[in-house]
């Protein structure tokens, strides 16, 4: 029998930053974030780190393989091995909220200033013995960067070894890479796992507006399985055909979707420009009319999107004046979020607006700068927009540096059940600092970050690197962020067909209650003079 000899390098390696894209949000997140070449969208964005060691270098885990024989002890691998070179990440570090999740790699904590070789079978079968290498890439990343140094209480090099037995019999990639979920689950961190090359193409399509599909966001129930519609991109296929938010999906092109999860279901709808895509709905009762089943044939278009949409509100004081309220939508903190809401936040102010709506209900999270360049558009000064805490429960704060905000007019931020992870580090920051005041239901619950990072073979690991508290350190995982003044989103005296057209319509807005009870909240504050 051959064996696989592998040794880690895990000591110093003078070498630039790796290049995770550092995010949050569901596991299943409907609008995918950026990847490895994220950057900054607002030309402001300024953050201080400190104890963070900015300067510090990246200790590379690198990989060098061989064959050898199965009665020798592991061996050191000599100079002229072959090489697979499995960086952290490849490209720029893209920006500064994740180096927080990079002290782990900094720091000097005994798990990555050591080398280690180990030996395990090497599979005779080309797809498996590629996944194999997958597999040592994955458990070197959880090794150095995961956020639970047990491992969940268990032995993470007997882990590789393991699974490394078990994955040699195999006989097909799929089963292998089965393997490493089986793997990955032992850490007990539903956010820690892998998924293959065209989940993670699928997964990168959001962030730089070159989607071809039908427009539809859908999310798996997670009490049952089922796959929903989120919501529909306006002017797109599936919006101009009449689908809905809540629709159940049952059928794409003849396939029955039971078991499929969300992000294959998605792959399936997108498509070149110009194919067609059948769908099948179900549309559950609403209004009182009969819950309905039809099937529709969408054509797939190149798709715009952008996660931000606003609009201008008239609202008339208690006193009898006209005034303008602004509303910004911010559907998921992808690359280009923070550019599009300071666009339209200058947009308003042109307009003379008075005070803000900021809505992210149902926002599932995003990019982690994202959010903390959407929030240091409200703060001035050195305000603390979040503290993270890695992986040897150091506490970091993330600071802005002399911020200047693009307005100071009154502001309430609409949150609920839906909002996750960036949208609560953005509602955190802005309320735990007085800014505004938080309006709708208990957010999410969801205080871990995650990096995601390319493997070789394409596919990508997401690993949670660190939790996040408030600014007031609050602990939101699992808790989530109790809002202020809490509504319920109905909606008053609107057609309902209305509501579908266009939700960001001022008909529309001014019938939901919860936008309703955000104005109240404005009034009191404009009433007193001051921004919150």
Known sequence: MERLCCKFDLRPQHLSPPSHAILTGYSSSPSPPSSSSSSSSSSSSSYSHSPLRLGCSNRRAWRQWRTCS????????????????????????????????????????PAVAESLTVAFPASHVREVNTVQRTLVEAWGLIRETFVDPTFNHQDWDSKLQQTMAE????????????????MLSTLGDPFTRIISPKEYQSFRIGSDGNLQGVGI???AEPKTGHLVVLYCVDGSPAARAGIHEGDELIEIDGEILEGVGSEVAAQKLRGRAGTTVTVKLHSGNDGGSASTIREVKLPREYIKLSP???????HRMPDGNMTKTGYVKLSAFSQNAAADVENAIEEMERQDVHSYILDLRNNPGGLVKAGLDVAQMWLDGDETLVNTVDRDGNLQPINMIDGHAITHDPLVVLVNEGSASASEILAGALHD??????????????????SVTELHDGSALFVTVAKYLSPS?????QVGITPDVQCTADMINVPKESLFKDKSSISTL???????????ELDIQESKGTAS
Not at 92 to 104: I, M, P
């Open 70 to 109: 199965a009665s020798h002890a592991p061996v050191e691998p000599e100079s002229g091995d072959r090489r697979l070179l499995g960086s952290i990440g490849r490209g720029l570090f893209g920006f500064a909220a994740a180096v927080a999740a990079f002290a782990s790699v900094c720091g000097d904590s």
């Open 167 to 182: 994955m040699f019999p195999l006989r097909s990639a799929d089963a292998a890479y089965n393997k490493i979920g089986a």
């Open 217 to 219: 966001f859908i999310n």
């Open 308 to 314: 931000v949409s606003s609009a201008i509100i008239p």
């Open 433 to 450: 600092n007085g800014r505004a005041i938080l309006v709708g239901n208990k957010t999410f619950g969801k205080g871990k970050i995650q």
């Open 473 to 477: 350190l609050r602990d939101i995982d």
């Open 510 to 520: 001014e019938a939901d209650s919860c936008i309703m009870v955000a104005e109240h």
